[in-house]
């Protein structure tokens, strides 16, 4: 069982960047594949990014592609989402996921999730 915890949201102008990090605690960290989903107020909680418990691959979403980039430190439990050219689409509350089997898109996949972070981009 892993635990899992984000940080790093905040306020961001169009354009700007931010990293999203997300410390895990328990064992076997490095066999989990990961992700981050995002949730903006009204909406479902959508797929962001995901990172196969190796390194490789990583996918991402057709809204982030280019933009985002997701990776991960075994040694240091972390999982990152390093944000740039930020858009005020970007905005919701970013949630990091786990899985030991999974390796989807699909909010159902995951077993183990935060508590989330919010970005908000505006100017």
């Known amino acids: 069982q892993v635990q899992l915890a984000e940080s790093g949201g905040g306020v961001v102008q169009p354009g700007g960047s931010l990293r999203l990090s997300c410390a895990a605690t328990?064992?076997?960290?490095?066999?989990?594949?990961m992700a981050w989903f995002r949730q903006a107020p009204g909406d479902e909680r959508k797929f962001v990014a995901k990172i196969n418990w190796t390194g490789h691959p990583v996918q991402y979403a057709d809204s982030v592609k280019g933009r985002f980039t997701i990776s991960k430190d075994d040694a240091k439990k972390m999982v990152y989402l390093q944000m740039n050219s930020m858009k005020p689409e970007d905005t919701a509350l970013y949630y990091c996921?786990?899985?030991?089997?999974?390796?989807?898109?699909?909010?159902?996949?995951?077993?183990?999730w935060g508590q989330g972070t919010q970005v908000t981009v505006s100017s």
């Open positions: 328990g064992r076997a960290f490095s066999s989990y594949n």
């Open positions: 996921a786990g899985d030991l089997l999974d390796f989807e898109d699909s909010v159902s996949s995951y077993d183990y």
